[in-house]
């Protein structure tokens, strides 16, 4: 992955594995999107439940630790509609790469969202960044 999940386009990145008995789509959705819970939001997942800092680590996971892979298919940026698809064949090596700086893209993402929500919510802290009004 060269670039990071863009919210404009009408899909975002991902890897396709397939292997002898079957295939894994991981998809890596921008750090906004609406699909992420909530900071601290506890959400149905799989067989139980997790936040979104578990749903991350899980997709390192799966890409971590292979079953046996056959292929895997990268698609590296968001499309528009009417523009073709730039699917290309990568090794497993660059798959783990590319999932590596998605999630650091990601958690800093979040960071940086999270010490922005604390600073607007300290009531102290933006008078005195703001001034008197």
């Known amino acids: 992955m060269t670039e990071r ?12 594995f397939t292997r002898a008995y079957g295939t894994q789509l991981i998809l890596m959705p921008p750090s906004d999107h609406p699909c992420w819970p909530k900071d601290g939001e506890v959400v149905p997942y799989i067989f139980g439940k997790a936040n979104r ?3 991350l680590q899980e997709k390192f ?3 971590k630790y292979p079953y046996e892979r056959l292929r895997c298919i990268h698609h590296a940026r968001s499309f528009l509609p009417g523009q073709p698809l730039e699917l290309q064949e990568i090794p497993l090596k660059f798959a783990i790469e590319a999932m590596e700086r998605y999630i650091n893209w990601t958690l800093r993402d ?16 933006s ?6 009004q």
């Open 5 to 16: 999940p863009s919210p404009n386009g009408t899909a975002f990145p991902f890897l396709h």
């Open 127 to 132: 008078w005195a960044v703001g001034g008197a």
């Open 110 to 125: 979040w960071r940086e969202k999270s010490k922005k929500d604390r600073r607007e919510a300290d009531p102290i802290r």
């Open 53 to 55: 800092l578990h749903i």
């Open 61 to 63: 996971t799966m890409v």
